[in-house]
Nanobody, 125 residues
């Protein structure tokens, strides 16, 4: 079992920045593929970013590429999502997830085995 806890969400004005953190506990001996997803009201959960176990490979959704950066500190069992130039359309609940079965970063949410409880990000215009 892997437990994931997100933090760092909040209210920010358009153009501002936030950094989300996802702390993992439990069976964290392996360096899992990690991902960030988000879900806005009335919409389906969508992929935001993913990172390989070593941190050497990352993928982003086209809507956030160039503005968001995913990173990880394996010594701290923590994954980060740095969000810059935030837009009102980035408003959503952000979830981190762990994929224990893949060697390569995945964009599909059904590939992920463990999920955090989510953290709200609200961007005002």
């Amino acid at each position: 079992q892997v437990q994931l806890v997100e933090s760092g969400g909040g209210l920010v004005q358009a153009g501002g920045s936030l950094r989300l953190s996802c702390s993992a506990s439990g069976r964290t001996g392996s360096t899992y593929v990690m991902g960030w997803f988000r879900q806005a009201p009335g919409k389906e959960r969508e992929f935001v970013a993913t990172i390989s176990g070593s941190g050497g490979t990352t993928y982003y959704a086209s809507s956030v590429k160039g503005r968001f950066t995913i990173s990880r500190d394996n010594a701290k069992n923590t994954v980060y999502l740095q969000m810059n130039s935030l837009k009102p359309e980035d408003t959503a609940v952000y979830y981190c997830a762990a994929d224990v079965g893949s060697l390569w970063p995945e964009r599909r949410s059904d590939k992920y085995d463990y999920w955090g409880q989510g953290t709200q990000v609200t961007v005002s215009s």
